[in-house]
């Protein structure tokens, strides 16, 4: 039998043992891998396949595989090359959710870009539902400098901006600043996964190496998101028939449109520090002053408070959101007017505003996706 002295001896031999390993491990981590991906908008690898219908999200046909690859965006992976190689930031409208890899602005414009020069260019796109410009300075500041050298950005915005500010109503913060304790706890939010931790050990290769092999196998409940059909779009669209108030007219959206302009040239500050070219691209909806029965049926957008989850909220009119989306693009437009090393496309006025392109309030159809790319293709290489 074991004396305690030799018992004691041989568990501080294991642990010793145990710590040397995961030391030579963390010096071998740090070799082979001496930048490891710490910041995900999408889990790498990801996979799935939706199968909208077509009576709910018109000019969508048949199955679409949405996929994002070992970098972390949807897209060809960039391979060390010499083409030009962008990634596409944007909200829902970017992220093109029940369209097809092959059939999103983003593949449609790299095959649009390829057939007009020489050597076709590389987009890819990490555009999800919801993000505003906070969301996308965050993005291009932590995300985008990982996937090694790009040439630029492509950055589809205003609407986003412009519906928070609608559906927050009077608990927007008028006079939000991005300190850095509200960037820290805006990158612990929107990323997967990040590097700012205080905790010693999760700052170590070893644990980004687990970390991001979990977010690469961790399946996504998608159920939490979008239905695999587009049934939820059913309810979306019966709460805003079932208003409680039609409000015609917008509130002061100064403060809202200050702070847009402010992330703007956040943005542009770092694709400076970045040295990459910057894109922008204005939005486009559904939104008339005078709209057909079936073209309003369509609409879900424009609520005040929680209005996708309960009934009984208020909603801005088309004729009201139409306004405001023009707002938004006129300060967009005037933020880029001066500003060298911008391109500025704009899609707004060149885009149809009928069912030729969305199937509901901003998204495109397989026929839409082919406008936007042609128009950016257009006035890219003008």
């Not at 963390?26 to 199968?51: A, S």
């Not at 040439?151 to 559906?167: A, E, H, P, Q, Y």
């Not at 609520?303 to 989850?309: A, H, K, L, R, S």
Request: hydrophobic share 35%; glycine share 6%.
């Amino acid at each position: 039998m074991l004396s305690q002295k030799e018992i004691f001896s041989k568990a501080g031999l294991v642990i010793v043992s145990i710590l040397l390993s995961l030391f030579i491990a963390e010096l071998i981590l740090r070799f082979l891998y001496p930048e490891q991906t710490k910041y995900f908008v999408w889990q790498p690898n990801l996979q799935h396949t939706f199968y909208p219908d077509s009576n709910i999200l018109h000019g969508l046909n048949g199955a679409s595989q949405f996929s994002i690859n070992s970098q972390g965006f949807r897209g060809d992976e960039f391979e060390n090359d010499s083409r030009q190689k962008y990634i596409c930031l944007g909200g829902s409208t970017t992220e093109c959710l029940y369209l097809d890899d092959n059939e999103t602005w983003q593949h449609q414009l790299q095959l649009l870009m390829g057939s007009r020069t020489a050597l076709p260019p590389a987009i890819g796109s990490i555009g999800k539902s919801g993000c505003t410009t906070r969301e996308h300075y965050l993005q291009l500041k932590y995300y985008v400098p990982q996937i090694g050298k790009i040439d630029g950005v492509m950055l589809m915005v205003g609407l986003n901006d412009m519906m928070k500010r609608l559906s927050h109503d009077t608990l927007f913060e008028d006079n939000f600043q991005l300190t850095q304790q509200v960037e820290d706890s805006l990158v612990n939010t929107i990323f997967l996964s990040n590097e700012k931790e205080n905790v010693w050990w999760r700052k170590t290769n070893l644990f980004q190496f687990a970390q991001n092999i979990l977010h690469r196998t961790k399946k996504v409940e998608w159920q939490n998101v979008q239905d695999d059909e587009g049934k939820i779009y059913k309810t979306w669209r019966a709460n805003r028939q079932r208003a409680a108030v039609v409000l015609y007219s917008l509130p002061d959206l100064s403060s809202a449109l200050n702070e847009y302009e402010r992330n703007l040239q956040l943005i542009y500050e770092e694709t400076q520090k970045q040295g990459i070219k910057l894109i922008v691209v204005n939005q486009s909806a559904l939104y008339k002053d005078t709209m057909s029965v079936y073209e309003n049926n369509l609409l879900w957008m424009g609520g005040v408070g929680n209005f996708q989850e309960e009934r009984g909220h208020a909603y801005y009119s088309s004729k009201a959101l139409r306004k405001g989306l023009q707002l938004y693009n006129g300060r967009l437009q005037q933020f880029c007017s001066d500003k060298h090393y911008i391109k500025f496309v704009n899609l707004a006025t060149s885009l149809p505003c009928d069912t030729s392109v969305f199937y509901d309030d901003c998204h495109f159809n397989e026929s839409g996706a082919k406008k936007v790319a042609g128009i950016i293709a257009e006035q890219i290489i003008r």
